[in-house]
Each structure stands twice: as structure tokens, then as C-alpha cells.
């Protein structure tokens, strides 16, 4: 099993960059693959970026293809969001979720453990 805390979110103006952090529990960290999902008011949970399990493979969703990066470090289990040229349709809460297979995919249902968010919030 595996415990995610999410971190590092906040107001932000347009055009403006933030971090995000997930923190994992558990020594099997490596062997899950890790993705950011965001969910805005009355929207569908959708995928923002995936990664596998060594970070060779990397997955994003459309709309920050270019302006996010994701990465995780084994040694600390920790997951990263780096998110540049914010724009307000980027407000939403943001988890971090883990799925236990190598297949990097955008489907929520595959991932078996989430964290409890972080908000994000773009002003214009």
C-alpha cells in the first residue's frame, strides 16, 4: 500500500510557474507507476502527466504539453510536477496518484492509490 501527500500549491498570477511535490510512503516506491490528475469544479478528473516506474517513460495530457514536466526522485520517493506559463484554465485541484502496473495511461481507474489534493489557482 501506498500513502500520498501532495504539497506545494497556491494562488498564482497568469503566466506565473509552480512546483508541485508528492511525497510517498511505502519502500516499494519505484516499482509503481506515478501521474498528476486535476480535477476542476463540475469537470472530470483528467490527466495532467504520467511517469514510469524509472522515469523513462512520460505521458501529458494535451492541454500542458509543453508547459509542465514531470519527474520523481526513487531515492526520496518523492514525484514532482514543475508547472510553467500558468493560465487560469489551469485552476483546479491537483492529486498525485500511484498505479501498481508499468503502463504509463490517462485512465483514472487505473491508479489504486490517491492523495488527498492540493489546490491550484491561476488568477488572470
Known amino acids: 500500500q501506498v500513502l500520498l501527500v501532495e504539497s506545494g500549491g497556491g494562488l498564482v498570477q497568469a503566466g506565473g510557474s509552480l512546483r508541485l511535490s508528492c511525497a510517498a510512503s511505502g519502500r516499494t516506491f519505484s516499482t509503481y507507476t506515478m501521474a498528476w490528475f486535476r480535477q476542476a469544479p463540475g469537470k472530470e478528473r483528467e490527466l495532467v502527466a504520467a511517469i514510469s516506474r524509472v522515469g523513462g517513460g512520460l505521458y501529458y495530457g494535451d492541454s500542458v504539453k509543453g508547459r509542465f514536466t514531470i519527474s520523481r526522485d526513487n531515492a526520496k520517493n518523492m514525484v514532482y510536477l514543475q508547472m510553467n506559463s500558468l493560465k487560469p484554465e489551469d485552476t483546479a485541484v491537483y492529486y498525485c496518484?500511484?498505479?501498481?502496473?508499468?503502463?504509463?495511461?490517462?485512465?483514472?481507474?487505473?491508479?489504486?492509490?490517491w492523495g488527498q489534493g492540493t489546490q491550484v489557482t491561476v488568477s488572470s
Open positions: 496518484a500511484a498505479d501498481p502496473s508499468s503502463l504509463v495511461t490517462g485512465q483514472p481507474s487505473r491508479y489504486d492509490y
